[in-house]
């Protein structure tokens, strides 16, 4: 099986920063896309950004400028940085993960248990 597991949402003061991890382990034979969608109460689960194994992004429009989305292939991980945040970017933030668990599986996304980011004075 395939496990994501994201770390380092929190309560930030807007203007602030904070860099969101997500690691995947488990049976994983390739992993061509990782990535970062956001959710709010009511809303449908949204792009943030999306990096694939090449280095190769796709980032939001409300997010270009602010947040920088990169990837450790070794230790298959991708990270969020998120710079100048405001209020309308608290949301539950959602790792992604496009993993192949053998050379002739299909590819399958897996998705990590959400992380809490706040924005508030």
């Known amino acids: 099986q395939v496990q994501v597991v994201e770390s380092g949402g929190g309560l930030v003061q807007p203007g602030g920063s904070l860099t969101l991890s997500c690691a995947a382990s488990?049976?994983?034979?390739?992993?061509?896309?990782m990535g970062w969608y956001r959710q709010t109460p009511g809303k449908q689960r949204e792009l943030v950004a999306i990096?694939?194994?090449?280095?190769?992004?796709n980032t939001a429009d409300g997010a270009k400028g602010r947040f920088t989305i990169s990837r450790d292939n070794i230790k298959n991980t991708v990270y969020l940085q998120m710079n100048r945040l405001n209020s309308e970017d608290t949301a539950v933030y959602y790792c992604?993960?496009?993993?192949?668990?053998?050379?002739?599986?299909?590819?399958?996304?897996?998705w990590g248990q959400g992380t809490q980011v706040t924005v508030s004075s």
């Open positions: 992604y993960a496009l993993v192949r668990i053998s050379a002739t599986s299909p590819s399958r996304g897996y």
């Open positions: 488990g049976s994983i034979y390739t992993i061509s896309s």
């Open positions: 990096i694939g194994s090449g280095g190769n992004t």
